[in-house]
Protein backbone atom coordinates (compact mmCIF):
# COMPACT_ATOMS: atom_id res chain seq x y z
CA UNK A 1 0.00 0.00 0.00
CA UNK A 2 1.54 3.24 -0.82
CA UNK A 3 2.80 5.13 2.38
CA UNK A 4 0.65 8.44 2.19
CA UNK A 5 -2.22 6.13 2.63
CA UNK A 6 -0.88 3.66 4.93
CA UNK A 7 -0.12 7.07 7.21
CA UNK A 8 -3.75 8.18 6.93
CA UNK A 9 -5.32 4.45 7.77
CA UNK A 10 -2.75 4.63 10.60
CA UNK A 11 -3.95 7.56 11.91
CA UNK A 12 -7.72 6.77 12.19
CA UNK A 13 -6.27 3.74 13.89
CA UNK A 14 -4.32 5.60 16.64
CA UNK A 15 -6.27 8.64 16.54
CA UNK A 16 -9.53 9.88 18.40
CA UNK A 17 -12.30 7.61 16.55
CA UNK A 18 -14.80 5.49 17.75
CA UNK A 19 -14.17 1.84 18.14
CA UNK A 20 -16.88 0.70 15.30
CA UNK A 21 -14.72 3.02 12.85
CA UNK A 22 -11.41 0.86 13.91
CA UNK A 23 -12.97 -2.22 14.13
CA UNK A 24 -14.30 -1.40 10.29
CA UNK A 25 -11.01 -0.31 9.18
CA UNK A 26 -8.80 -3.35 10.56
CA UNK A 27 -12.06 -5.94 8.94
CA UNK A 28 -11.07 -4.39 5.18
CA UNK A 29 -7.37 -4.87 5.91
CA UNK A 30 -7.70 -8.26 6.27
CA UNK A 31 -11.05 -8.73 4.12
CA UNK A 32 -10.20 -6.37 1.55
CA UNK A 33 -7.09 -4.08 1.13
CA UNK A 34 -8.44 -2.71 -1.79
CA UNK A 35 -11.63 -1.04 -0.74
CA UNK A 36 -9.64 0.22 2.09
CA UNK A 37 -6.89 1.81 -0.44
CA UNK A 38 -10.53 2.99 -2.02
CA UNK A 39 -11.45 4.28 1.36
CA UNK A 40 -7.99 6.10 2.47
CA UNK A 41 -6.65 7.23 -1.38
CA UNK A 42 -7.61 10.91 -1.16
CA UNK A 43 -9.71 13.18 0.92
CA UNK A 44 -13.70 12.81 -0.03
CA UNK A 45 -13.58 16.42 -1.35
CA UNK A 46 -15.64 19.09 -0.39
CA UNK A 47 -16.63 20.84 -3.70
CA UNK A 48 -19.04 23.44 -4.36
CA UNK A 49 -22.18 21.98 -3.74
CA UNK A 50 -20.72 20.09 -0.59
CA UNK A 51 -19.96 16.76 0.13
CA UNK A 52 -21.31 13.28 -1.58
CA UNK A 53 -19.81 9.78 -1.74
CA UNK A 54 -20.16 5.75 -0.69
CA UNK A 55 -20.82 5.50 3.24
CA UNK A 56 -18.34 4.22 5.36
CA UNK A 57 -15.18 4.49 7.51
CA UNK A 58 -12.31 6.46 5.79
CA UNK A 59 -11.41 9.88 4.72
CA UNK A 60 -13.19 9.23 1.05
CA UNK A 61 -15.82 8.19 2.59
CA UNK A 62 -19.15 9.39 4.25
CA UNK A 63 -19.11 9.33 8.04
CA UNK A 64 -19.36 11.22 11.19
CA UNK A 65 -15.77 12.76 10.84
CA UNK A 66 -15.88 13.44 6.96
CA UNK A 67 -19.18 15.08 7.91
CA UNK A 68 -17.92 16.31 11.14
CA UNK A 69 -14.84 18.14 10.12
CA UNK A 70 -16.64 19.93 7.00
CA UNK A 71 -19.21 21.61 9.12
CA UNK A 72 -16.48 22.24 11.68
CA UNK A 73 -14.79 24.38 8.28
CA UNK A 74 -18.96 25.44 7.47
CA UNK A 75 -18.95 27.23 10.79
CA UNK A 76 -15.24 29.01 10.75
CA UNK A 77 -16.17 30.39 8.13
CA UNK A 78 -19.88 31.65 8.80
CA UNK A 79 -18.26 33.37 11.65
CA UNK A 80 -16.03 34.96 9.68
CA UNK A 81 -18.29 36.12 7.13
CA UNK A 82 -20.74 37.21 9.93
CA UNK A 83 -18.62 38.49 12.77
CA UNK A 84 -21.27 38.96 15.70
CA UNK A 85 -24.13 38.92 14.16
CA UNK A 86 -26.12 36.09 14.95
CA UNK A 87 -25.92 33.30 13.42
CA UNK A 88 -28.94 30.68 12.62
CA UNK A 89 -28.61 27.86 10.30
CA UNK A 90 -31.49 25.27 9.01
CA UNK A 91 -30.92 21.48 8.50
CA UNK A 92 -32.54 18.78 6.90
CA UNK A 93 -32.27 15.67 5.84
CA UNK A 94 -34.15 12.77 3.83
CA UNK A 95 -34.38 8.73 4.00
CA UNK A 96 -30.96 7.60 3.25
CA UNK A 97 -29.56 5.02 5.59
CA UNK A 98 -27.12 7.54 8.40
CA UNK A 99 -28.99 10.57 6.60
CA UNK A 100 -30.88 11.24 10.79
CA UNK A 101 -27.78 10.96 12.05
CA UNK A 102 -25.61 12.90 9.70
CA UNK A 103 -28.47 15.45 10.85
CA UNK A 104 -28.10 15.34 13.56
CA UNK A 105 -24.06 15.58 14.39
CA UNK A 106 -24.38 18.40 11.43
CA UNK A 107 -26.82 20.33 13.65
CA UNK A 108 -24.52 19.11 17.11
CA UNK A 109 -22.03 20.68 15.67
CA UNK A 110 -23.24 23.99 14.67
CA UNK A 111 -24.76 24.21 17.54
CA UNK A 112 -21.40 23.76 19.61
CA UNK A 113 -20.22 26.64 17.60
CA UNK A 114 -22.72 29.58 19.07
CA UNK A 115 -25.15 28.74 15.92
CA UNK A 116 -28.35 28.85 16.17
CA UNK A 117 -29.74 25.56 14.95
CA UNK A 118 -33.12 24.86 13.16
CA UNK A 119 -33.41 21.04 12.84
CA UNK A 120 -36.61 19.26 10.79
CA UNK A 121 -38.03 16.57 13.46
CA UNK A 122 -37.92 13.71 10.51
CA UNK A 123 -37.75 13.99 6.86
CA UNK A 124 -38.20 16.18 4.58
CA UNK A 125 -37.52 17.26 0.87
CA UNK A 126 -34.69 19.60 0.55
CA UNK A 127 -36.69 22.36 -1.48
CA UNK A 128 -38.77 22.67 2.09
CA UNK A 129 -34.83 23.39 3.89
CA UNK A 130 -34.70 26.22 0.98
CA UNK A 131 -37.46 27.55 2.02
CA UNK A 132 -37.06 27.27 5.79
CA UNK A 133 -33.50 29.31 5.75
CA UNK A 134 -35.67 32.09 3.86
CA UNK A 135 -38.54 32.11 6.35
CA UNK A 136 -36.52 31.87 8.99
CA UNK A 137 -33.74 34.60 8.27
CA UNK A 138 -31.20 31.88 8.76
CA UNK A 139 -27.42 32.66 7.51
CA UNK A 140 -26.95 28.78 5.78
CA UNK A 141 -28.26 25.74 5.87
CA UNK A 142 -27.51 21.81 5.28
CA UNK A 143 -29.76 19.00 3.74
CA UNK A 144 -28.10 15.25 4.06
CA UNK A 145 -28.87 13.59 1.28
CA UNK A 146 -27.50 11.98 -1.96
CA UNK A 147 -30.12 12.87 -4.22
CA UNK A 148 -30.74 10.40 -6.81
CA UNK A 149 -27.10 8.41 -5.90
CA UNK A 150 -27.52 4.33 -5.49
CA UNK A 151 -28.16 3.57 -1.80
CA UNK A 152 -24.88 3.43 -0.39
CA UNK A 153 -24.12 6.79 -1.12
CA UNK A 154 -24.97 9.99 1.12
CA UNK A 155 -24.41 13.30 0.78
CA UNK A 156 -24.17 17.01 2.46
CA UNK A 157 -25.52 20.19 0.68
CA UNK A 158 -24.46 23.26 2.13
CA UNK A 159 -26.75 26.52 1.26
CA UNK A 160 -26.21 30.44 1.93
CA UNK A 161 -28.74 32.91 3.32
CA UNK A 162 -30.84 33.20 -0.02
CA UNK A 163 -31.64 29.58 0.39
CA UNK A 164 -29.18 28.49 -2.37
CA UNK A 165 -26.64 26.26 -3.04
CA UNK A 166 -23.29 27.85 -2.06
CA UNK A 167 -21.61 30.44 -5.18
CA UNK A 168 -18.32 32.42 -5.46
CA UNK A 169 -16.73 33.58 -3.07
CA UNK A 170 -18.32 31.48 -0.24
CA UNK A 171 -17.63 28.00 -2.13
CA UNK A 172 -14.56 28.45 -2.63
CA UNK A 173 -13.80 30.09 0.74
CA UNK A 174 -15.94 27.50 2.79
CA UNK A 175 -13.87 24.64 0.86
CA UNK A 176 -10.58 26.53 2.15
CA UNK A 177 -11.90 26.24 6.07
CA UNK A 178 -12.82 22.89 5.72
CA UNK A 179 -9.48 21.99 4.30
CA UNK A 180 -7.93 23.85 6.86
CA UNK A 181 -9.33 21.70 9.43
CA UNK A 182 -6.44 18.96 10.12
CA UNK A 183 -7.84 16.68 12.62
CA UNK A 184 -11.24 15.46 14.69
CA UNK A 185 -9.59 16.98 17.38
CA UNK A 186 -10.81 20.01 15.91
CA UNK A 187 -14.01 19.51 15.35
CA UNK A 188 -16.15 20.94 18.62
CA UNK A 189 -18.61 17.76 18.74
CA UNK A 190 -21.06 18.70 21.67
CA UNK A 191 -21.82 21.52 24.20
CA UNK A 192 -24.62 23.70 22.41
CA UNK A 193 -27.23 21.18 22.54
CA UNK A 194 -29.77 23.70 23.93
CA UNK A 195 -29.17 26.44 20.53
CA UNK A 196 -31.50 23.94 18.96
CA UNK A 197 -34.85 23.98 18.23
CA UNK A 198 -37.14 20.84 16.21
CA UNK A 199 -39.46 22.65 13.63
CA UNK A 200 -41.78 20.56 11.48
CA UNK A 201 -45.66 20.74 11.35
CA UNK A 202 -45.49 24.93 11.19
CA UNK A 203 -42.91 24.93 8.61
CA UNK A 204 -44.53 22.57 6.45
CA UNK A 205 -48.10 24.77 6.60
CA UNK A 206 -46.20 27.96 5.38
CA UNK A 207 -44.53 25.82 2.68
CA UNK A 208 -47.59 24.09 0.89
CA UNK A 209 -49.15 27.31 1.45
CA UNK A 210 -46.60 29.04 -0.77
CA UNK A 211 -46.40 26.15 -2.98
CA UNK A 212 -50.62 26.81 -3.29
CA UNK A 213 -50.14 30.23 -4.36
CA UNK A 214 -48.60 29.38 -7.60
CA UNK A 215 -51.09 28.21 -8.61
CA UNK A 216 -52.40 30.28 -12.16
CA UNK A 217 -55.48 28.21 -12.96
CA UNK A 218 -57.54 27.24 -9.20
CA UNK A 219 -60.91 27.36 -11.21
CA UNK A 220 -60.00 24.80 -13.90
CA UNK A 221 -58.50 22.21 -10.99
CA UNK A 222 -62.01 22.95 -9.48
CA UNK A 223 -63.21 21.50 -12.31
CA UNK A 224 -61.33 18.96 -13.01
CA UNK A 225 -60.44 17.98 -9.71
CA UNK A 226 -61.08 14.27 -10.22
CA UNK A 227 -58.32 14.28 -12.34
CA UNK A 228 -56.55 10.58 -11.78
CA UNK A 229 -53.21 11.06 -10.38
CA UNK A 230 -50.65 8.38 -9.94
CA UNK A 231 -47.83 9.52 -7.39
CA UNK A 232 -44.84 7.30 -6.11
CA UNK A 233 -42.21 9.13 -3.61
CA UNK A 234 -39.56 5.99 -4.19
CA UNK A 235 -39.17 5.02 -0.73
CA UNK A 236 -38.14 9.01 -0.03
CA UNK A 237 -39.15 12.63 1.92
CA UNK A 238 -41.97 12.97 -0.66
CA UNK A 239 -44.33 11.29 0.90
CA UNK A 240 -44.61 14.28 3.69
CA UNK A 241 -45.77 16.82 1.26
CA UNK A 242 -46.18 15.69 -2.06
CA UNK A 243 -49.99 14.06 -1.38
CA UNK A 244 -50.70 17.37 1.06
CA UNK A 245 -49.71 19.93 -1.53
CA UNK A 246 -52.24 18.15 -4.33
CA UNK A 247 -54.96 18.17 -1.88
CA UNK A 248 -54.44 21.60 -0.99
CA UNK A 249 -54.57 22.48 -5.05
CA UNK A 250 -58.08 20.48 -4.35
CA UNK A 251 -57.21 17.69 -6.33
CA UNK A 252 -59.30 14.76 -5.02
CA UNK A 253 -58.32 11.56 -7.51
CA UNK A 254 -54.74 10.78 -5.96
CA UNK A 255 -53.18 7.06 -6.08
CA UNK A 256 -49.80 6.11 -4.28
CA UNK A 257 -47.98 3.40 -4.90
CA UNK A 258 -48.08 1.93 -2.12
CA UNK A 259 -45.05 -0.49 -2.43
CA UNK A 260 -42.82 2.50 -2.87
CA UNK A 261 -44.93 4.72 -0.04
CA UNK A 262 -43.07 3.94 2.78
CA UNK A 263 -39.40 6.11 3.68
CA UNK A 264 -36.75 3.56 3.32
CA UNK A 265 -32.66 4.23 2.26
CA UNK A 266 -32.39 0.26 1.40
CA UNK A 267 -34.85 1.60 -1.97
CA UNK A 268 -35.89 -2.33 -2.19
CA UNK A 269 -38.06 -2.11 -4.89
CA UNK A 270 -35.77 -0.45 -7.40
CA UNK A 271 -32.11 -0.40 -8.35
CA UNK A 272 -31.45 3.06 -8.43
CA UNK A 273 -33.89 5.76 -6.91
CA UNK A 274 -33.76 8.32 -9.59
CA UNK A 275 -37.25 9.17 -11.46
CA UNK A 276 -35.51 9.58 -15.08
CA UNK A 277 -35.03 5.56 -14.90
CA UNK A 278 -37.77 3.56 -16.58
CA UNK A 279 -37.41 0.64 -14.54
CA UNK A 280 -37.60 2.58 -11.24
CA UNK A 281 -40.37 4.13 -12.22
CA UNK A 282 -42.26 0.66 -13.48
CA UNK A 283 -44.34 0.39 -10.44
CA UNK A 284 -45.61 4.00 -11.59
CA UNK A 285 -46.54 2.76 -14.79
CA UNK A 286 -48.18 -0.37 -14.33
CA UNK A 287 -50.75 1.58 -11.69
CA UNK A 288 -50.96 4.12 -14.15
CA UNK A 289 -51.85 1.85 -17.04
CA UNK A 290 -53.82 -0.11 -14.69
CA UNK A 291 -55.89 2.49 -13.42
CA UNK A 292 -56.32 4.23 -16.76
CA UNK A 293 -55.21 7.45 -15.08
CA UNK A 294 -54.15 11.14 -16.17
CA UNK A 295 -50.57 11.20 -15.16
CA UNK A 296 -48.11 9.63 -13.03
CA UNK A 297 -45.44 11.37 -11.17
CA UNK A 298 -42.26 10.39 -9.91
CA UNK A 299 -39.84 12.14 -7.27
CA UNK A 300 -36.58 11.13 -5.76
CA UNK A 301 -35.47 10.63 -2.42
CA UNK A 302 -35.05 14.57 -1.65
CA UNK A 303 -37.76 15.13 -3.66
CA UNK A 304 -35.56 17.82 -5.80
CA UNK A 305 -36.58 15.65 -8.90
CA UNK A 306 -39.31 14.86 -10.63
CA UNK A 307 -39.99 11.94 -13.51
CA UNK A 308 -43.43 12.06 -15.62
CA UNK A 309 -45.31 9.97 -17.17
CA UNK A 310 -48.25 10.46 -19.78
CA UNK A 311 -50.33 8.95 -22.61
CA UNK A 312 -48.44 9.93 -25.90
CA UNK A 313 -50.71 9.97 -29.33
CA UNK A 314 -50.81 6.42 -29.36
CA UNK A 315 -52.35 6.01 -26.00
CA UNK A 316 -49.30 3.97 -25.03
CA UNK A 317 -47.88 5.42 -21.86
CA UNK A 318 -44.59 6.92 -22.14
CA UNK A 319 -41.89 9.07 -19.44
CA UNK A 320 -41.04 12.49 -20.61
CA UNK A 321 -37.66 13.64 -20.45
CA UNK A 322 -36.38 16.55 -18.80
CA UNK A 323 -36.34 18.66 -21.35
CA UNK A 324 -39.66 17.68 -22.53
CA UNK A 325 -40.75 18.30 -19.04
CA UNK A 326 -39.23 21.69 -18.90
CA UNK A 327 -40.69 22.95 -22.25
CA UNK A 328 -44.04 22.21 -21.02
CA UNK A 329 -44.14 24.04 -17.80
CA UNK A 330 -41.90 27.10 -18.86
CA UNK A 331 -44.50 27.15 -21.52
CA UNK A 332 -46.93 27.04 -18.99
CA UNK A 333 -46.12 29.51 -16.44
CA UNK A 334 -46.03 32.13 -19.90
CA UNK A 335 -48.74 30.97 -21.75
CA UNK A 336 -51.10 30.81 -18.78
CA UNK A 337 -49.80 34.09 -17.22
CA UNK A 338 -50.43 36.02 -20.64
CA UNK A 339 -54.00 34.38 -20.70
CA UNK A 340 -55.00 34.93 -17.14
CA UNK A 341 -53.37 38.81 -17.63
CA UNK A 342 -51.30 38.51 -14.93
CA UNK A 343 -48.18 38.32 -17.07
CA UNK A 344 -45.37 41.52 -16.21
CA UNK A 345 -43.41 43.58 -19.14
CA UNK A 346 -40.73 42.62 -17.10
CA UNK A 347 -40.83 38.41 -16.61
CA UNK A 348 -37.93 36.44 -17.19
CA UNK A 349 -36.98 32.55 -17.08
CA UNK A 350 -33.92 30.58 -16.51
CA UNK A 351 -32.47 27.94 -18.22
CA UNK A 352 -28.94 26.31 -18.23
CA UNK A 353 -25.97 25.79 -21.50
CA UNK A 354 -27.24 22.28 -21.70
CA UNK A 355 -31.07 22.73 -21.72
CA UNK A 356 -32.69 22.45 -24.95
CA UNK A 357 -32.93 25.79 -26.75
CA UNK A 358 -36.52 25.34 -27.37
CA UNK A 359 -36.73 27.27 -24.23
CA UNK A 360 -35.29 30.30 -25.55
CA UNK A 361 -37.58 30.04 -28.74
CA UNK A 362 -40.58 29.66 -26.69
CA UNK A 363 -39.40 32.74 -24.71
CA UNK A 364 -38.62 34.72 -27.73
CA UNK A 365 -42.63 33.87 -29.03
CA UNK A 366 -43.61 34.69 -26.08
CA UNK A 367 -41.81 38.40 -25.53
CA UNK A 368 -40.14 36.82 -22.14
CA UNK A 369 -36.29 37.24 -21.30
CA UNK A 370 -35.15 34.09 -21.12
CA UNK A 371 -31.42 33.48 -19.84
CA UNK A 372 -28.93 30.82 -20.04
CA UNK A 373 -26.60 30.00 -17.03
CA UNK A 374 -24.32 27.27 -16.44
CA UNK A 375 -25.84 23.87 -14.65
CA UNK A 376 -27.04 23.83 -11.46
CA UNK A 377 -29.62 25.43 -9.81
CA UNK A 378 -27.41 27.35 -7.54
CA UNK A 379 -26.93 29.75 -11.11
CA UNK A 380 -30.46 29.98 -11.43
CA UNK A 381 -30.80 30.78 -7.91
CA UNK A 382 -27.89 33.33 -8.23
CA UNK A 383 -29.22 35.09 -11.16
CA UNK A 384 -32.62 35.88 -9.47
CA UNK A 385 -30.37 37.47 -6.41
CA UNK A 386 -28.94 39.29 -8.79
CA UNK A 387 -32.08 40.49 -10.89
CA UNK A 388 -34.56 41.09 -7.91
CA UNK A 389 -36.09 44.41 -7.77
CA UNK A 390 -35.41 44.70 -11.76
CA UNK A 391 -37.27 41.76 -13.26
CA UNK A 392 -39.79 39.68 -12.11
CA UNK A 393 -38.78 36.02 -12.42
CA UNK A 394 -41.78 32.93 -13.51
CA UNK A 395 -39.75 29.69 -13.19
CA UNK A 396 -36.15 28.37 -14.34
CA UNK A 397 -35.39 24.53 -14.81
CA UNK A 398 -33.41 22.41 -16.78
CA UNK A 399 -32.79 18.95 -18.29
CA UNK A 400 -32.03 16.82 -15.12
CA UNK A 401 -35.60 16.23 -14.45
CA UNK A 402 -35.25 19.82 -12.29
CA UNK A 403 -38.01 22.85 -12.07
CA UNK A 404 -38.12 26.11 -9.58
CA UNK A 405 -41.11 27.60 -10.09
CA UNK A 406 -41.45 31.19 -8.02
CA UNK A 407 -39.18 32.75 -6.07
CA UNK A 408 -39.85 31.85 -2.73
CA UNK A 409 -37.24 28.97 -2.88
CA UNK A 410 -34.03 28.72 -4.48
CA UNK A 411 -33.42 25.27 -5.78
CA UNK A 412 -35.21 22.70 -7.78
CA UNK A 413 -38.27 21.66 -5.85
CA UNK A 414 -39.98 18.85 -7.28
CA UNK A 415 -43.12 19.38 -4.77
CA UNK A 416 -44.33 22.28 -6.49
CA UNK A 417 -43.52 20.80 -9.62
CA UNK A 418 -45.71 17.91 -9.19
CA UNK A 419 -48.67 19.98 -8.41
CA UNK A 420 -48.35 22.32 -11.07
CA UNK A 421 -48.14 19.43 -14.18
CA UNK A 422 -51.02 17.89 -12.13
CA UNK A 423 -52.40 21.64 -13.26
CA UNK A 424 -51.33 21.66 -16.74
CA UNK A 425 -52.28 18.01 -17.04
CA UNK A 426 -56.02 19.70 -15.75
CA UNK A 427 -56.36 22.62 -18.28
CA UNK A 428 -55.80 20.32 -20.80
CA UNK A 429 -57.72 17.94 -20.17
CA UNK A 430 -60.53 20.73 -19.39
CA UNK A 431 -59.61 21.77 -23.02
CA UNK A 432 -60.51 18.22 -24.65
CA UNK A 433 -56.58 17.45 -24.72
CA UNK A 434 -53.49 16.17 -23.31
CA UNK A 435 -50.30 16.82 -22.13
CA UNK A 436 -48.39 14.60 -24.96
CA UNK A 437 -51.19 16.74 -27.51
CA UNK A 438 -49.87 20.23 -26.43
CA UNK A 439 -45.92 19.08 -26.71
CA UNK A 440 -47.16 18.06 -30.51
CA UNK A 441 -48.93 21.61 -30.54
CA UNK A 442 -45.14 23.21 -29.45
CA UNK A 443 -43.40 20.91 -31.65
CA UNK A 444 -45.50 22.49 -34.61
CA UNK A 445 -45.35 26.21 -33.57
CA UNK A 446 -41.81 26.19 -31.77
CA UNK A 447 -39.80 23.84 -33.87
CA UNK A 448 -39.13 19.89 -32.72
CA UNK A 449 -36.03 19.24 -30.38
CA UNK A 450 -35.30 16.02 -29.31
CA UNK A 451 -32.34 15.68 -26.88
CA UNK A 452 -30.30 12.66 -24.90
CA UNK A 453 -28.21 12.22 -22.36
CA UNK A 454 -25.24 9.85 -22.33
CA UNK A 455 -23.58 9.63 -19.15
CA UNK A 456 -20.05 7.03 -18.97
CA UNK A 457 -19.12 6.24 -15.77
CA UNK A 458 -15.35 6.28 -14.70
CA UNK A 459 -15.02 4.96 -10.74
CA UNK A 460 -12.20 4.32 -8.63
CA UNK A 461 -8.49 5.93 -8.62
CA UNK A 462 -7.98 5.92 -12.19
CA UNK A 463 -11.87 7.49 -12.86
CA UNK A 464 -10.85 11.05 -12.48
CA UNK A 465 -8.19 10.71 -14.91
CA UNK A 466 -9.68 9.34 -17.53
CA UNK A 467 -12.23 11.79 -17.30
CA UNK A 468 -9.95 14.79 -17.30
CA UNK A 469 -7.92 12.85 -20.14
CA UNK A 470 -11.43 12.51 -22.31
CA UNK A 471 -12.19 16.71 -21.36
CA UNK A 472 -8.47 17.45 -22.43
CA UNK A 473 -8.41 15.29 -25.59
CA UNK A 474 -11.73 17.48 -26.68
CA UNK A 475 -10.29 20.91 -25.76
CA UNK A 476 -7.19 20.55 -27.64
CA UNK A 477 -8.31 18.48 -30.57
CA UNK A 478 -11.65 19.54 -31.59
CA UNK A 479 -13.63 17.63 -33.95
CA UNK A 480 -14.08 19.26 -37.36
CA UNK A 481 -16.88 17.30 -38.35
CA UNK A 482 -19.02 15.14 -36.29
CA UNK A 483 -21.51 12.90 -38.26
CA UNK A 484 -21.05 14.69 -41.76
CA UNK A 485 -21.37 18.25 -40.02
CA UNK A 486 -19.18 20.58 -39.76
CA UNK A 487 -18.03 22.15 -36.53
CA UNK A 488 -18.91 26.03 -37.08
CA UNK A 489 -18.45 26.97 -32.62
CA UNK A 490 -16.91 26.00 -30.02
CA UNK A 491 -17.66 26.85 -26.92
CA UNK A 492 -15.08 26.35 -23.92
CA UNK A 493 -16.37 27.43 -20.88
CA UNK A 494 -13.31 26.42 -19.09
CA UNK A 495 -11.33 29.19 -20.90
CA UNK A 496 -14.69 31.41 -21.67
CA UNK A 497 -13.64 31.45 -24.77
CA UNK A 498 -16.41 31.19 -27.84
CA UNK A 499 -14.40 30.61 -31.50
CA UNK A 500 -15.98 30.40 -34.78
CA UNK A 501 -14.30 27.49 -36.59
CA UNK A 502 -14.88 28.94 -39.63
CA UNK A 503 -13.12 32.15 -39.28
CA UNK A 504 -11.11 31.40 -35.99
CA UNK A 505 -12.26 34.57 -34.10
CA UNK A 506 -13.21 34.42 -30.78
CA UNK A 507 -15.37 36.03 -28.51
CA UNK A 508 -15.73 35.74 -24.26
CA UNK A 509 -18.06 33.95 -22.44
CA UNK A 510 -19.65 36.11 -19.84
CA UNK A 511 -19.93 32.67 -17.23
CA UNK A 512 -17.59 31.70 -14.44
CA UNK A 513 -16.00 29.25 -15.26
CA UNK A 514 -17.06 25.46 -15.44
CA UNK A 515 -15.43 22.50 -17.42
CA UNK A 516 -17.52 22.76 -20.09
CA UNK A 517 -17.02 21.87 -24.13
CA UNK A 518 -20.05 22.97 -26.61
CA UNK A 519 -19.86 21.78 -30.23
CA UNK A 520 -22.25 23.41 -32.72
CA UNK A 521 -22.89 21.77 -36.16
CA UNK A 522 -23.78 23.31 -39.18
CA UNK A 523 -26.86 21.68 -39.43
CA UNK A 524 -28.27 23.20 -35.94
CA UNK A 525 -27.19 19.78 -33.65
CA UNK A 526 -25.60 20.87 -30.36
CA UNK A 527 -23.31 18.42 -28.55
CA UNK A 528 -22.16 19.04 -24.92
CA UNK A 529 -19.76 17.43 -23.27
CA UNK A 530 -18.52 17.76 -18.90
CA UNK A 531 -17.64 15.92 -16.26
CA UNK A 532 -20.74 15.77 -13.15
CA UNK A 533 -19.78 17.61 -10.23
CA UNK A 534 -21.62 14.68 -7.79
CA UNK A 535 -20.38 11.50 -9.45
CA UNK A 536 -17.80 9.81 -11.15
CA UNK A 537 -19.72 10.11 -14.61
CA UNK A 538 -18.57 12.21 -17.14
CA UNK A 539 -22.30 13.61 -19.35
CA UNK A 540 -22.55 14.46 -23.02
CA UNK A 541 -26.07 16.24 -24.07
CA UNK A 542 -26.87 15.94 -27.88
CA UNK A 543 -29.61 18.04 -29.48
CA UNK A 544 -31.13 18.15 -32.91
CA UNK A 545 -33.97 19.91 -34.43
CA UNK A 546 -36.19 19.83 -37.50
CA UNK A 547 -39.34 21.50 -38.79
CA UNK A 548 -42.63 20.26 -37.93
CA UNK A 549 -45.41 20.88 -40.29
CA UNK A 550 -47.88 18.64 -39.02
CA UNK A 551 -48.42 16.39 -36.74
CA UNK A 552 -49.10 13.96 -38.56
CA UNK A 553 -45.48 13.98 -39.39
CA UNK A 554 -44.50 13.30 -35.96
CA UNK A 555 -43.21 9.72 -35.93
CA UNK A 556 -41.21 10.02 -39.21
CA UNK A 557 -39.53 13.23 -38.13
CA UNK A 558 -38.66 11.90 -34.78
CA UNK A 559 -37.23 8.74 -36.19
CA UNK A 560 -35.00 11.36 -38.22
CA UNK A 561 -34.28 12.66 -35.84
CA UNK A 562 -33.50 9.73 -32.89
CA UNK A 563 -31.42 8.55 -36.23
CA UNK A 564 -29.03 11.67 -36.30
CA UNK A 565 -28.48 11.09 -32.87
CA UNK A 566 -27.40 8.14 -33.18
CA UNK A 567 -25.01 9.15 -36.07
CA UNK A 568 -23.15 11.75 -34.03
CA UNK A 569 -22.82 9.21 -31.07
CA UNK A 570 -21.62 6.76 -33.39
CA UNK A 571 -19.29 9.24 -35.23
CA UNK A 572 -17.66 10.00 -31.56
CA UNK A 573 -17.02 6.59 -30.93
CA UNK A 574 -19.27 7.08 -27.36
CA UNK A 575 -21.56 3.96 -27.94
Known amino acids: MD ?36 SFYQNLEFGTGGLRGIMGAGTNRMNKYTVGMSTQGFANYLKKAYGDTEIKVAIAHDCRNNSRFFAETTANIFAA ?16 LSFA ?58 GGEANITIIGKEMDEKYIAMVKGLSVYPEVI ?20 VPKALEAFGFTNVHIVE ?17 EESETMSMGLRKAEALNADILLGTDPDSDRVGVGIKDHKGKWILMNGNQTAVLAFAYMMEARRKKGIAQPNDMVVSTIVTTAMINEVAKQNSVTCYDVLTGFKWIA ?11 YIIGGEESFGLMIGDKIRDKDAVSAVCILCEMAAVEKNNGSTLFDKLLD ?26 ADMMRGYRDQPPTTINGSKVVKLCDYQLQVAKDMITGATTPIALPKSNVLQFFLEDGSKISARPSGTEPKIKFYFSVKTELKSKTDYDTKHTELESKIKGIIDSMGLK
Open 3 to 38: AAILEKVNTWLNGHYDDSTKDAIRKLQTDNPKELEE
Open 113 to 128: NGCKVYLFEALRPTPE
Open 133 to 190: IRTLGCKAGVVCTASHNPKEYNGYKAYWDDGAQLVPPHDSNVIKEVEAIASVDDVKWS
Open 222 to 241: AKQHDLSIVYTPIHGSGIML
Open 259 to 275: EQAVPDGNFPTVKYPNP
Open 382 to 392: SLIKEKEGKEN
Open 442 to 467: MYVQYGFYLETLISITKKGMNGQKEI
